[in-house]
């Protein structure tokens, strides 16, 4: 299954912050919606900033790679941002956008928020449990260091598979002849994440007419379009296939599986 951690991701970005025991960055950014399907185009994002303490200096947001570039450029092309102040002060906007980081002028009183409005963003097609927003935070002043928001407080959009279009096959290339082994059958979208939705029933064949196969299993929800068929046994020697057929007429033939005697 194609993911990326959000442990790992955290781990990633805020290890040698953890280590520093420094202070975090004044308030916390949440997002809607805080999942999407990859690939998919055409988003639409909310960030909402709300300061834990007052802050009057600087915000930086940066867009994770395989999503839109942020930009001002064009109101009808992905990536555009706007920013409305809300309760914060007259200030408050977006200073400038270099690269893949936004830099906003910040005003908020403790508990004030503005929204930041991320338009029709183009997302990347590895499906993962967190994209990262990291946003850090400044005050006024010559000294004054950018610090992370607390991991809490952070911005995370999970990407989830698109619906179906194939099937993938994880099994043995060799196999003893009346030995049980197991398949693997992921249902996958375009780009090899497992599916989403998914609740076809798949079935096993095989070119072995002497073969014992599990039965049909439907999956569920919570299978996450991955199940392992258990059992399968093949008992004639030379070259064998397994075949997976969906419910919905998707199929898929294994690599030739080399069936030795014991």
């Known amino acids: 299954m194609k993911t990326i951690g959000l442990t790992l991701l955290l781990a990633a970005i805020f290890g040698g912050i953890a280590s520093a025991a420094g202070p975090t960055g004044a ?65 408050t906007r977006i200073a400038s956008i270099k690269a893949r980081r936004l830099t906003i002028t910040t005003a908020c009183k403790r508990g004030h928020s503005y929204q930041l409005l991320y338009h029709k963003a183009s997302v990347p097609t590895i499906a993962a449990d967190g994209y990262i927003f990291l946003t850090q935070t400044r005050a006024s002043g010559a000294k004054a260091k950018f610090r992370p928001l607390a991991r809490d ?23 003893t002849a009346g030995t049980a082994f197991s398949v693997t059958v992921r249902a996958i979208d375009s780009w090899s994440n497992n599916a989403f939705p998914y609740g076809a029933t798949v079935t096993l064949t095989s070119s072995d007419p002497a073969a014992t196969l599990p039965g049909p299993y439907a999956y569920k929800p919570a299978d996450l379009a991955q199940h392992a068929f258990t059992g399968v046994v093949l008992r004639t ?24 005697t014991p």
């Open 27 to 91: 308030g916390r950014m949440a997002v809607t919606p805080t999942t999407l399907t990859a690939g998919s185009t055409g988003n639409e994002l909310t960030f909402t900033f709300t300061a834990n303490r007052s802050l009057t200096g600087q915000t930086i947001v940066d867009v994770p790679r395989g999503w839109s570039p942020a930009q001002r450029r064009s109101a009808t092309s992905p990536g555009y941002v706007e920013l409305k102040r809300g309760t914060c002060g007259g200030s």
């Open 237 to 260: 020697p030379g070259t064998q296939t397994i075949t997976a057929t969906d419910s919905n007429g998707l199929r898929l033939q294994s690599q030739p599986i080399t069936v030795v």
């Open 153 to 175: 407080g952070q911005p995370v959009v999970k990407l989830k598979g698109a619906p179906a279009t194939g099937l993938d096959m994880t099994l043995t290339s060799v196999a």
